[in-house]
């Protein structure tokens, strides 16, 4: 089992809100992710941070934010959330293992209601 | 044309029999491969990391072929519990740390 932890696992808030979802890793991996993925949908990359201080925008264009101040922290923001951005928000990382392929692991992601 | 692309089925199958999902790439310089996993509403799952040479985990083979850029997977004996949706994912050819996710093939394996 991956140890990789997200919180909260369901959020359901108002327009306009303020909201940080957590996304934390105990397995001293160098790569994390957000992915954003509706119900039957495809992943989509939308932040991966390559260490600390390191944060790029992924695939699809998002309105959210990331920071990477700790290698096993990091957390996504949305400054007003809107209903748009009802989703579910999976967390994921990877590390050099024995020179092994960049597998990623995924924590159990955060569904996100935005009424 | 997606990168990675799959048949996204639904393929429905009797318990015990043995199905094959079908996977191609388009970018010749992907160097990873693997197979995920996911369960409705939950996250993907690492299955198999998929070797040049290709490899087996107990009912599950997986095989790359580099000059069709194809890659297989084989489910022998399928299980009830095998139902989900099988995710192809190549690296990312310009940097390998990045993933190409395909769109998935859902299973069914009925009783």
């Known amino acids: 089992e991956a140890d990789i932890y997200q919180t909260p696992r369901y959020l359901v808030i108002g327009t306009g809100k303020k909201i940080t979802l957590e996304c934390s890793q105990t397995?001293?991996?160098?790569?994390m992710y957000w992915y954003q993925q509706d119900p039957g949908m495809e992943l989509h990359l939308i932040h991966y941070?390559?260490?600390?201080?390191?944060?790029e925008k992924g695939d699809l264009s998002s309105e959210s934010t990331v920071s990477r101040i700790r290698t096993e922290h990091f957390p996504l923001t949305l400054e007003s959330a809107r209903p748009s951005h009802t989703s579910q928000y999976l967390c994921?990382?990877?590390?050099?293992?024995?020179?092994?392929?960049?597998?990623?692991?995924f924590g159990p992601g955060t569904r996100l209601t935005v009424l | 044309r997606k990168e990675v692309e799959q048949d996204p089925g639904p393929f429905n199958v009797p318990e015990g029999a043995t199905v094959a999902f079908n996977c191609t790439y388009s970018?010749?310089?992907?160097?990873?491969f693997f197979w995920y996993r996911q369960d409705c509403r939950k996250e993907p799952k690492l299955l198999m990391s998929?070797?040049?040479?290709?490899n087996e985990d107990g009912r599950f083979t997986a095989q790359l072929n580099r000059a069709s850029q194809y890659i297989s997977l084989l489910i022998r004996d399928s299980k009830l519990s095998d139902s989900a949706t099988y995710l192809c994912?190549?690296?990312?050819?310009?940097?390998?740390?990045?993933?190409?996710w395909g769109l998935g093939t859902s299973l069914a394996v009925n009783p």
């Open positions: 994921a990382s990877s590390g050099n293992r024995g020179g092994t392929y960049n597998e990623q692991f």
């Open positions: 397995m001293g991996h160098d790569k």
């Open positions: 941070s390559y260490g600390v201080n390191s944060t």
């Open positions: 970018n010749s310089a992907s160097q990873s």
């Open positions: 998929v070797y040049s040479s290709g």
């Open positions: 994912v190549a690296s990312n050819a310009g940097n390998n740390r990045k993933l190409i």
